[in-house]
């Protein structure tokens, strides 16, 4: 019976025995697997901590962007308000300066009418026109036909002009020939030598009789070529018979504040 006893004794001892080491075994190697997921997770932890870094300078970056934009927004904001303003000022101040002009050429045509008042419709005219002022002077007030020598009564309407514009400053003076569309014969070749001779004869007379400054006015002859009348016509073809005295403000401080 003790000899029973002592196999199962042995026996239970040896099946105790394997079942520890089986369940020691199966216990290491959960603790193995442990560890291995623990250094996985550890890994993967690190990983997350490095794209929380990542994100967070990306977001700082894109934080100082946003404020940089804000910033220049702002300037540029401020800048185009200062360019509207400005340019607001300069269209005033040529509003103004255009305003100024007319006004001088509407005084000096009322000066010139008056002065001229006592010559005949049909011997002269003055007008404004296209931002200058014109005074028309027929033929038969200045010249004989073909002739570029001014008569008494045409000298005696350039003294009264000449009056006005040596007394007028800042005002540039073109004088213009015109003719009919009939040839000249004699002593002109032709339309355009009458009409530059007869535009030179009163620019001489301006500046040499009646001290007009000669760096103020220019002579040029247009021949038939600008007709105010239909040439088709007697009437008409006395209209285009003139010599146009064309008064122009001194533009110079327009063209500076338009270059601005």
């Not at 026109?129 to 073909?146: A, C, M, P």
């Not at 004088?175 to 009458?194: A, C, F, M, Q, R």
Request: hydrophobic fraction near 35%; charge should be positive; aromatic fraction near 6%.
């Amino acid at each position: 019976m003790k000899k029973y006893l002592f196999i199962l004794f042995g026996f239970s001892l040896v099946f105790f025995s394997c079942v520890s080491k089986k369940k020691l075994h199966n216990e290491q190697k959960r603790v193995q697997n442990l560890k291995t997921d623990s250094i996985g997770t550890h890994s993967n932890l690190n990983d997350c901590n490095i794209k929380v870094s990542s994100l967070e300078a990306e977001k700082a970056e894109i934080q100082k962007n946003l404020l940089n934009l804000s910033s220049s927004s702002q300037t540029t904001i401020e800048n185009s308000k200062m360019t509207i303003a400005e340019q607001a000022r300069r269209l005033k101040d040529l509003q103004t300066l255009i305003q100024s002009q007319k006004d001088i050429l509407s005084k000096l045509k009322k000066t010139i009418a008056d002065a001229l008042i006592n010559f005949k419709p049909d011997e002269l005219s003055v007008e404004l026109k296209d931002g200058r002022l014109y005074v028309s002077l027929q033929e038969k007030l200045l010249f004989k036909s073909g002739s570029a020598v001014v008569d008494p009564k045409g000298k005696e309407a350039l003294q009264t002009l000449a009056t006005v514009l040596t007394t007028t400053q800042d005002i540039s003076v073109m004088i213009e020939g015109h003719t009919d569309n009939v040839p000249v014969k004699g002593k002109y070749e032709d339309n355009w030598s009458l009409s530059t001779a007869r535009s030179t004869a009163i620019v001489r007379i301006l500046t040499a009789d009646y001290k007009v400054d000669a760096h103020t006015i220019i002579a040029s002859g247009r021949a038939e070529f600008y007709p105010v009348a239909d040439n088709a016509t007697v009437d008409g073809k006395a209209r285009n018979r003139r010599t146009e005295i064309i008064l122009s403000p001194n533009l110079s401080e327009l063209f500076k504040l338009l270059n601005q």
